[in-house]
């Protein structure tokens, strides 16, 4: 199971695939709420990252670690 977030595009430089976030991690702004936050729901690795033009935001798929099914 992957679970997808968007974040503003300005995150870009810092994340990076392949590398383990852990719950409540920064990923980056809301591109929908204005300084609105976007945490990382689980702890897990950051399999896939795609940048949308037209949104301008990131993509980011994380898949969870170990035994942990879902985000609380």
């Known amino acids: 199971m992957l679970i997808t977030l968007k974040v503003d595009g300005s995150s870009y430089n810092r994340l990076v695939a392949k590398s383990e976030v852990k719950r409540g991690y920064l990923l980056g ?3 929908y709420f204005d300084d609105q ?3 990382s729901p689980i702890d ?3 399999e ?3 940048y949308n033009r037209e949104e301008q935001a990131l993509r980011i798929s994380i898949r969870p670690m170990g ?3 879902r985000a609380a």
Do not use: N
């Open 29 to 31: 702004l809301s591109p």
């Open 37 to 39: 936050f976007v945490l």
């Open 67 to 69: 035994g942990q099914q």
């Open 44 to 46: 897990g690795t950051i």
């Open 48 to 50: 896939r990252i795609s």
